[in-house]
């Protein structure tokens, strides 16, 4: 448990310094690049999504959860992901033009190949991350990620401010898997270039091939906004459907993978060692849940002041929809952890059958917004919707796999539930003083004056329900040093 919790330190340092220096450059490239040129990025991002997703081919999970693994394993993974990037890179390069021909956009097709460079490097990518990652070895992979990104950023930065527009974020992210490449080679213990072979493609077809084929449906689906919206409402209403997601996607997406790059693997050793029980996945949902639901009620509450701190003025009709993506992304807490826990213990096959169950659905309820009702704010509504399905569809399938789940379920959850519930107090009486439909942002004492009165409140509440947070060693060590740093005082 201690090497679990170390990791998860090292994933969430990571994840938060990445975090904020991708804020940083969001900052900067929000007032750089016009919402078109960012919508026309985000675009091509879903168009070859599909391909991101097929040279994945779950090569990394495979290694993961594999329980003893040897040079003929790793040289398959190696193996089957350079030759799914070199057809992937061909693919996308020959049908660029036809992409921007579709969306009327011939700007399109050339930052559509600079992306696909990609492709050729992320091979060498997918093996070594999963190694360490196997490993435990997240110490490295902080330093690694964390300079990658930084360049990354720097050459994004700098490209957009000579005028690159669109192809600047694309260059940037080529410059961030070579760094990755580079940098977890020099990380690995034995620094070998591991021969490509092909000897055990069969059992990484069986596990890659459900894999791919659930994370193609879901790419599909998650990407619908993009795909449709850019299509039918045009790249500055992608633009601003981004912006408003990707205000959930700071807990849904960034914090959560911090966690889901520890939790695969923890819950794969747990596995292995005959201790994934119900209580383990409870326990794990109940320090999920008092996290994310207080950050989706302050960003949903205050979502003109963050868009307006984080992004500058052009990006204000983004508010609308952010209470609703954070509503979504408040009932996907309880659904985050089913899939890493589903691949861990074996059961990848229904992880495979909801995911062609509830990301269709998705998709067709997107599409429908957006060719029926052509507004942004339906377009969320069907996000919304979709949520609804999918949050009680995959805890049936993980207590499918592990019975016991949906006993445990509710006492996990309800402690989180009301320590959110004081946490959001304050900001609830202040935004609604102020206004729930106010046009200017609130001063910005009064916004730091609510959070800080409702964490306050949330700790109290914490430690009146005996929330399992107040028993992590971490929360105890910070507890005794405000302790006496107040009673020194």
């Known amino acids: 448990m201690t090497t679990v919790r170390r990791a998860l330190a090292l994933s969430f340092l990571e994840r938060y310094l990445s975090i904020m220096l991708a804020l940083a ?112 070895r997240f110490q490295a992979l902080l330093y690694v990620s964390l300079g990658a990104t930084a360049l990354s950023l720097l050459v994004t930065v700098a490209l957009a401010w000579s005028g690159w527009g669109a192809n600047s974020m694309a260059v940037g992210s080529v410059v961030q898997s070579l760094a990755i490449a580079l940098g977890t080679w020099l990380a690995s213990q034995d620094r070998l270039l591991h021969m490509p072979t092909l000897v055990l493609w069969r059992p990484l077809l069986r596990f890659g091939g459900q894999s791919a084929l659930t994370n193609v449906v879901t790419t599909i689906s998650m990407d619908a906004n993009d795909l ?51 209580a383990i996945f409870g326990r794990a949902l109940s320090l999920l849940t008092v996290f994310a639901w207080p950050f989706y009620g302050l960003t949903a509450m205050f979502a003109l002041e963050v868009l307006r701190l984080l992004f500058g003025l052009q990006w204000d009709a983004a508010a609308s929809m952010v209470p609703i993506f954070c509503l979504s992304g408040a009932l996907g807490a309880l659904n985050s952890l089913v899939p890493s826990w589903l691949v861990a213990v074996g059961r990848i096959d229904l992880l495979t059958r909801m995911e062609l169950l509830v990301q269709p659905l998705r998709l067709l309820l997107v599409v429908a917004a957006a060719l029926v009702w052509r507004s942004v704010e339906a377009v969320a509504i069907a996000f919304l919707l979709s949520s609804l399905v999918a949050a009680p569809g995959f805890l049936w399938a993980a207590n499918r796999a592990t019975p016991g789940i949906f006993k445990v379920l509710m006492p996990s959850v309800a402690p989180s539930l009301l320590v959110a519930s004081f946490v959001l107090l304050p900001a609830l009486v202040c935004t609604t003083v102020f206004g729930l439909d106010r046009q200017q942002p609130l001063p910005l004492v009064w916004l730091a004056a609510s959070v800080a009165a409702g964490i306050a409140l949330g700790l109290a509440a914490c430690e009146r329900v005996n929330h399992p947070l107040c028993r992590e060693p971490a929360y105890q060590s910070l507890k005794a040093r405000l302790w006496r740093m107040f009673t020194w005082v």
């Open 228 to 278: 449709v919206v850019g299509k039918v409402l045009g790249f500055q209403s992608v633009a601003m459907i981004s912006r408003a997601q990707g205000l959930m996607n700071l807990f849904h997406r960034d914090v959560m993978g911090a966690i889901r790059n520890v939790a695969m693997p923890a819950f794969a050793q747990a596995h292995r060692e005959g201790q994934a029980d119900a």
């Open 25 to 136: 450059s969001n900052m900067v490239l929000a007032r750089l690049l016009t919402p078109h040129e960012i919508g026309l990025y985000s675009v091509t991002l879903a168009v070859i999504g599909v391909a991101q997703v097929l040279r994945d081919f779950g090569i990394g999970n495979y290694l993961i959860q594999e329980k003893e693994i040897t040079d003929a394993h790793v040289g398959t993974a190696f193996g089957v992901s350079l030759l799914l990037g070199g057809t992937l890179f061909l693919l996308v390069v020959m049908l660029a033009p036809m992409a921007a021909s579709f969306y009327e956009e011939p700007a399109m097709a050339a930052t559509m190949r600079i992306a696909a460079l990609n492709f050729l490097v992320l091979p060498f990518c997918t093996v070594s991350m999963s190694l360490l990652r196997r490993a435990m």
